[in-house]
């Protein structure tokens, strides 16, 4: 159970897109297609934007999108925005019915 | 309105316990799978517990087994976590978060509630 691993920081000006990377192992990202993403602003509680690699829930601008490659999801952002910066958690299904989180990524908007 | 409230949380010496609660309401309790991700201050998320439909199956994070226990009360619309010999590595807040319906992820959060451990 070892944490999914995300870059520490991304930052990109607004209308810009960005890419975050999440890596496992073929044990969680790899094995299945249940990756989720969060986002996080300060102070409050994590939000869904992504779930099962590519779905994007209802409410969520389309402006979020998932992939995957191998051991390696990612969730890219296109036309960034002031409100977009926050913290992003990937997260993946894990064999055993487990869960595993990636550390997060803090986004910064110049 | 979904909805879940967490409630529980406080100052606790090492060693001692504590048993959280999440009440929800505006779904069908019985119908999803329910979790608690616990967030130390200033660090990232970290899954705990994962508890099936009638709480007849759980899964914990590896190095918290034996210590905490999840379990849900679908009468009352409630889970909970009970957590004994509590470390200071424990203190966080701590998050219910509702199973997206027959899925892995996690649509709805609480506001979470912040254990302390500390003398």
């Known amino acids: 159970q070892s944490a999914l691993t995300q870059p520490a920081s991304v930052s990109g000006s607004p209308g810009q897109s960005i890419t975050i990377s999440c890596t496992g192992t073929?044990?969680?990202?790899?094995?299945?297609?249940?990756v989720s993403w969060y986002q996080q602003h300060p102070g409050k509680a994590p939000k869904l934007i992504i779930n099962?690699?590519?779905q994007r829930p209802s409410g969520v601008s389309n402006r979020f999108s998932g992939s995957k490659s191998g051991n390696t999801a990612s969730l890219t952002i296109s036309g960034l925005q002031a409100e977009d910066e926050a913290d992003y958690y990937c997260?993946?299904?894990?064999?055993?019915?487990?869960?595993?989180f990636g550390g997060g990524t803090k986004l910064t908007v110049l | 309105e979904v909805q879940l409230v967490e409630s529980g949380g406080g100052l606790v010496q090492p060693g001692g316990s504590l048993r959280l609660s999440c009440a929800a309401s505006?779904?069908?309790?019985?119908?999803?799978?329910m979790t608690w991700v616990r967030q130390a201050p200033g660090k990232g998320l970290e899954w705990v517990a994962t508890?099936?439909?009638?709480?007849?199956?759980?899964f914990y994070v590896d190095s918290l087994k034996g210590r905490f226990t999840i379990s849900r009360d679908n009468a009352k619309n409630s889970l909970y976590l009970q957590m004994n010999s509590l470390r200071g590595e424990d203190t966080a807040v701590y998050y219910c978060?509702?199973?997206?319906?027959?899925?892995?992820?996690?649509?709805?959060w609480g506001q979470g509630t912040l254990v302390t451990v500390s003398s």
């Open positions: 508890i099936k439909l009638d709480g007849s199956q759980t």
């Open positions: 997260s993946s299904y894990s064999s055993g019915d487990t869960a595993v």
């Open positions: 505006g779904f069908t309790f019985s119908g999803h799978w």
């Open positions: 099962d690699v590519i």
């Open positions: 978060a509702r199973h997206l319906l027959g899925q892995r992820s996690f649509d709805y």
């Open positions: 073929t044990s969680d990202v790899g094995g299945y297609d249940f």
